[in-house]
């Protein structure tokens, strides 16, 4: 049995949910074949105001306003030689003056629905087996559903991998490159209770610096928040204590963080990922691309993991567009949004390198965003620093050829 769609999405996290569900609102027909049932946890759960334009354009923006999720107006550091915390706020720069803390469980379902809403078949607990390639073009894919054995194959005009960090083209074509100085490791928790940072910054998430990583908190709505370390991979195996000590050690060692949880109570076991950095070496092929983690993963200092994903997505969902409209096109398509993408991803991977040396002052990180993002100088040091961590800096990418939306799109 084989079905036939316009598209084929795999995966239905940020990046899989924006471009079933863009591609479905611009009347394609689209396959999202998700391993998982939904809701299901996720980290990664602070937003930046970058993720706002797309929330609007997917039609869900005022559901997150209306859920009550907590409201972030910036981010605060304890972060580089003056010990003193500081703080930036997205309204010196950002049309959108805040995002939100969200719970991915909750926020992750909403994004799935409205790709049903919009129009997507989305199937979860469909497993993709294989892909099918025909004369070196990628026209569609093998799964399962549950767990029965029976394979089910979908053929379509183009597939999208937004498989996240299973990132399941990039290992048939074995072209991960992993970035070795950002092979790091978090272990994280949940507290009920504490107190917050005051007035505005009460809903920011705070990042506070602990050779040799940094520890964050994100307050949520109903009196919680998530706390975890990141450090690299080596240096939590050097101290000979497991995760969960590393972790408690410095929440102890910790100035702000430490204060924030003073009568908090740890209500979750403590959990662990990797925070492996990876770039793909190539991101599309005859008939396919990677977007979001299945085409990259960046150290999420800033808690632009979200962000990036849908930015990428979005302009996934333009190329594919543009490719079933003008398929004569494609090659040069595909390459316009892997260069674009590429250079995106560049900048974002060179700054938090910068960043990580903790030994610098405020203003060196704000003119080293300047270097990356602001060459002519045509805003302060200050506001470059606040639209690259924001997400705001390159969210509606020129590609060449590529429209930014189909007209009768925007007009819906």
């Excluded at 972030?72 to 995002?99: M, R, T």
């Excluded at 940072?197 to 009460?202: D, I, Q, V, W």
């Excluded at 994100?218 to 590393?246: M, N, Q, R, W």
């Excluded at 003119?367 to 690259?388: I, S, Y």
Aim: negative net charge; contains cysteine; charged residues 25%.
């Amino acid at each position: 049995m084989s079905e036939e769609y316009d598209a084929i999405v795999i995966g239905s996290g940020p990046a899989g949910a924006t471009v079933s569900g863009l591609l479905a609102k611009w009347g394609r027909r689209v396959l999202a074949l998700e391993k998982e049932k939904f809701p299901r946890y996720h980290i990664g759960e602070s937003l930046v105001p970058g993720c706002m334009p797309i929330l609007e354009e997917l039609g869900v923006a005022s559901i997150v306003e209306a859920s009550g999720a907590t409201k972030k107006y910036g981010i605060s550091f304890i972060w580089g030689e003056d010990p003193d915390p500081w703080s930036v706020d997205f309204d010196e720069i950002c049309p959108h003056p805040y995002a939100f803390e969200v719970k991915r469980a909750e926020f992750d379902s909403l994004l799935l629905a409205n790709s049903r809403t919009l129009g997507a078949t989305v199937i979860e607990e469909a497993a993709v087996r294989d892909f099918v390639f025909e004369d070196g073009r990628c026209t569609g894919v093998r799964y399962t559903r549950g767990r029965s054995d029976t394979v089910t194959e979908a053929r379509a005009r183009f597939v999208i991998d937004a498989s996240g960090q299973a990132k399941l083209l990039a290992r048939r074509f074995g072209t991960v490159a992993w970035h070795d100085d950002l092979k790091n490791l978090a272990a994280w928790t949940y507290f009920q209770g504490g107190s917050r940072l005051e007035g505005r910054k009460a809903g920011n998430i705070l990042v506070e610096t602990l050779h040799p990583g940094w520890l964050w908190l994100i307050p949520f709505s109903d009196g919680s928040c998530s706390v975890g370390f990141v450090a690299p991979a080596e240096e939590y195996k050097a101290t000979g204590l497991t995760p969960e000590e590393v972790l408690k050690s410095k929440i102890d060692e910790a100035a702000l963080v430490k204060r924030l949880l003073k009568g908090a109570v740890e209500v979750a076991q403590v959990r662990t990922a990797k925070d492996w950095s990876y770039t793909g070496e190539r991101m599309t092929a005859p008939g396919c691309l990677m977007t979001g983690d299945a085409a990259a993963f960046i150290d999420p200092l800033f808690s632009t993991g979200v962000m990036l994903a849908m930015r990428a997505a979005t302009s996934a969902a333009r190329a594919v567009n543009a490719i079933l409209d003008r398929p004569e096109d494609e090659e040069s398509i595909r390459q316009g949004y892997e260069t674009s993408y590429r250079e995106f991803l560049d900048v974002v991977l060179s700054f938090v390198r910068f960043f990580y040396d903790p030994s610098k002052k405020v203003i060196e990180y704000f003119e080293e965003a300047r270097k990356l993002v602001d060459p002519d100088e045509a805003l302060a040091a200050r506001q470059d620093f606040v639209a690259l961590i924001s997400g705001l800096y390159g969210i509606e990418p020129i590609m060449e050829g590529v429209p930014p939306a189909p007209m009768a799109a925007v007009a819906d």
